[in-house]
């Protein structure tokens, strides 16, 4: 470690021989120092100081001094050619890439989302009203559903099937007090949200399950409900306007960098083979970027590796098709819009030269310095001892939750599982897509929610 400070002092030492700090009081413009015939102003302080300081790191006496410290090195660096490593390189260009879509979010989306009471009002009548309680009955064999459709002339006919249903084969039946359009799948939503109170909706088919649907009562919109709820709107109201300024934005880029998609030929593509005359054919086109039928059935395989789908089905696959496609088509038109916006020229420049520098100078430590530092394993030793906490991974849970806005029903629901019925079964009964475990870390969860599961045991 001694050998590591004289070296880095010497090299200091060596480079403040071509530099000169001015006072500010200076005749012509003052500047603060000058290295290598570089002069940097207070301006250039000030840029440095707001990216190099933290919320713990206070202006001193010493402060100036590294600043010049920090130039030095990057000086040292650049002279010994480190802005040419691939390490360097591509760490900027990453840098420059995600910062740039950052910023084109900002000035596309963000700018231009605005949020006030009339539009929270039309956003919650379309999507959370009204309130529904329904009663659903359901099979996967047409014929069962047509001798249910023979007899069903009312609702009580209905409610009479139901019942029966309960004791024969609960699995066919399910019940949803108070929902809401939004919970609703949108192929059933249109039907089941314009039926009047006591009707019955269907026979429709859902992911190859017929069904019948009861709608037992309704409550139309209210500004008390619309106050009771008004957070959430905000906050789903934002993430949808988010998506739908995305959608315009790709929309006008497809137009700009004349995207084309030869659907005709994707439709030819296999998990595993690909027809050799189609091999090295355009099928997606971006401006200069073409993506040929190889190189886009290799990420149609990693797709399907982070994806359910049984052999043989072709409507399956062609809906991973579409979504991998519109998905290359969005990502790509948003990195190239960004970078050519070159916003380090204008709201990025400030941050992207201080970037720089600060890169060279970690380049510096990493190829320069910390390959002369020896570190043996006794000190390796101590220091996890000391810094035990560091190493420790976060402890994780797996779990399953029932998340309701409805209070009475999530009291009716904490009963039926303190009765003993099975949590999964409940889910499926109160919400349309059920309760799926997930893994997650304990320290994430808001803290009532972590206390509670704390106390619980598998």
């Known amino acids: 470690m001694r050998t590591l400070i004289r070296l880095f002092y010497l090299l200091l030492a060596l480079s403040f021989v071509f530099c000169h700090a001015h006072a500010f009081f200076l005749s012509g413009k003052p500047y603060l120092v000058s290295i290598n015939g570089v002069k940097y102003y207070r ?11 933290d919320k713990n790191t206070k202006l001193t006496n010493s402060t100036l001094q590294d600043f010049i410290d920090w130039l030095l090195i990057t ?78 002339k009312s609702p009580k006919d209905f409610k009479k099937v139901y019942k029966e249903l309960l004791v024969k084969d609960k699995n066919k039946t399910k019940s949803f007090d108070w929902i809401r359009p939004i ?12 039926a009047k109170r006591g009707s019955i909706v269907g026979p429709v088919l859902y992911e190859k399950t017929w069904m019948l649907i009861l709608v037992e009562d309704r409550k139309e919109a209210s500004e008390v409900d619309f106050k009771r709820i008004q957070n959430v709107l905000k906050e789903r109201y934002k993430k949808y306007m988010e998506a739908k300024l995305t959608a315009e934005l790709v929309d006008r880029l ?21 027809p050799k005359e189609l091999r090295n054919k355009t099928l ?53 819009e960004a ?14 030269w201080f970037y720089r520098k600060n890169r060279l100078v970690k380049e510096f430590f990493d190829k320069i310095v ?25 402890e994780t849970v797996e779990i399953a939750v029932i998340q309701l806005q409805d209070e009475k029903l999530i009291k009716s629901v904490y009963n039926r599982l303190m009765n003993g019925e099975n949590f999964f079964d409940v889910a499926r009964d109160v919400m349309f897509h059920g309760a799926v475990p997930r893994k997650i870390t304990l320290n994430s969860l808001v803290l009532p929610v972590r206390k509670a599961v704390e106390k619980m045991k598998p």
């Open 43 to 53: 301006e250039d302080f000030k840029r440095w100081w707001r990216f190099w300081k």
């Open 75 to 152: 000086d040292e660096a650049q002279r010994l050619g480190l802005e040419q490593e691939p390490s360097y390189i591509r760490k900027i260009k990453v840098f420059l890439k995600v910062r740039s879509i950052l910023q084109l979010r900002h000035d596309e989306i963000t700018k231009k989302l605005k949020m006030n009471k009339e539009m929270l009002w039309r956003f919650y009548k379309a999507r959370y009203s009204p309130l529904m309680k329904l009663k659903v009955i359901m099979t996967d064999n047409k014929t069962e559903m047509s001798k249910w459709v023979s007899v069903m």
């Open 183 to 194: 919970s609703v799948p949108v192929s059933l939503r249109k039907q089941i949200v314009s």
């Open 254 to 274: 497809k137009k700009k960098y004349k995207v084309e998609v030869k659907w005709n030929l994707i439709s030819k593509v296999g998990l595993t083979t690909v």
């Open 284 to 336: 997606i086109k971006i401006d200069h970027l073409a993506i040929n039928a190889s190189e886009f059935q290799s990420l149609l395989r990693k797709e399907i590796q982070v994806r359910s789908i049984k052999p043989g089905d072709r409507e399956r696959l062609n809906s991973i098709k579409r979504f991998l496609v519109n998905s290359i088509i969005s990502q790509t038109l948003i990195d190239m």
């Open 339 to 352: 970078l050519n916006r070159h916003y380090e020229k204008g709201p990025l420049r400030d941050i992207y």
């Open 370 to 394: 910390w390959p002369q530092v020896f570190v043996s394993n006794t000190d390796v030793k101590n220091y996890y001892k000391q810094h035990l906490s560091d190493f420790i991974k976060p």
